[in-house]
């Protein structure tokens, strides 16, 4: 069964610097989105990405994040110097083109910011 | 703009009961409405959707959800409760507008007892 992976499990990184988190959604899949969850906080959308471009963002989505779709495979996060307030559980996610684009889900990356 | 209400941040049931997991919705346009479920460890999976093609909705695992637009809820449920079941749950909702991202409620743990 077709799944979206998500790379490192979980990666520690010294306040400042920065962090590339890495996507490989479902292959036919359209839509890419990233979603954050801190811990004990609700799951909450950062962006969403279509035809190689962002189609919508949330507040959280400031300058100090990117995303990128490199190659035909690949959807990453990059956060520029990360704050402690970044740590989190990131998912990302990927749906196809229909009228009701459900959305499959990684498991996350936990990112701790020490 | 939309929001996702989940009432109870915990729920303890035993084995063999029903469970019930509540979750109202606030939307200002017709809502397609889902339940995730996130086991220890591992990422977001789709139990069930709601997108206007039917008001009860059946998922995986034996749950079931009911949509009811006057009481704005999406509540799920499964009638026999089984130890496999312990998971924290999530309401979503999005609409058919823009890139259909997922606005999610702050999640109930099940916790199955003996």
């Known amino acids: 069964e077709p799944e979206v992976t998500q790379t490192p499990s979980h990666q520690v990184t010294q306040m400042g610097q920065e962090v590339i988190l890495r996507c490989v959604p479902i292959?036919?899949?359209?839509?890419f989105y990233w979603y954050r969850q801190i811990l004990g906080q609700k799951v909450e959308f950062l962006v969403s990405?279509?035809?190689?471009?962002?189609?919508?963002k949330s507040e959280i989505f400031d300058d100090q994040f990117s995303v990128e779709r490199p190659d035909g495979s690949n959807f990453t996060l990059k956060i520029r110097s990360t704050k402690l307030e970044d740590s989190a559980m990131y998912f990302c996610?990927?749906?196809?083109?229909?009228?009701?684009?459900?959305?499959?889900f990684g498991q996350g990356t936990r990112l701790t910011v020490v | 703009a939309q929001s996702v209400t989940q009432l109870g941040s915990h729920v303890s049931v035993s084995e063999g009961a029903l469970v019930l997991l509540r979750c109202n919705y606030s939307?200002?346009?017709?809502?397609?409405l889902f339940w995730y479920v996130q086991y220890p460890n591992q990422g977001l999976q789709l139990l069930l959707k709601?997108?206007?093609?039917?008001?009860l909705v059946k998922g995986i695992n034996g749950f079931e959800a009911e949509f009811k637009k006057s009481e704005t809820s999406f509540h799920l449920t499964k009638p026999s409760a089984h130890m496999s079941d312990a998971a924290e749950y999530f309401c979503?909702?999005?609409?058919?507008?823009?890139?259909?991202?997922?606005?999610f409620g702050q999640g109930t743990r099940l916790t199955i007892n003996p």
């Open positions: 996610a990927s749906s196809g083109d229909g009228q009701i684009r459900e959305a499959f």
């Open positions: 292959s036919n899949h359209l839509y």
């Open positions: 990405f279509y035809n190689n471009e962002i189609s919508e």
């Open positions: 939307s200002s346009v017709p809502p397609y």
């Open positions: 709601y997108t206007s093609a039917a008001t």
């Open positions: 979503a909702v999005s609409t058919s507008q823009g890139a259909q991202k997922l606005v």
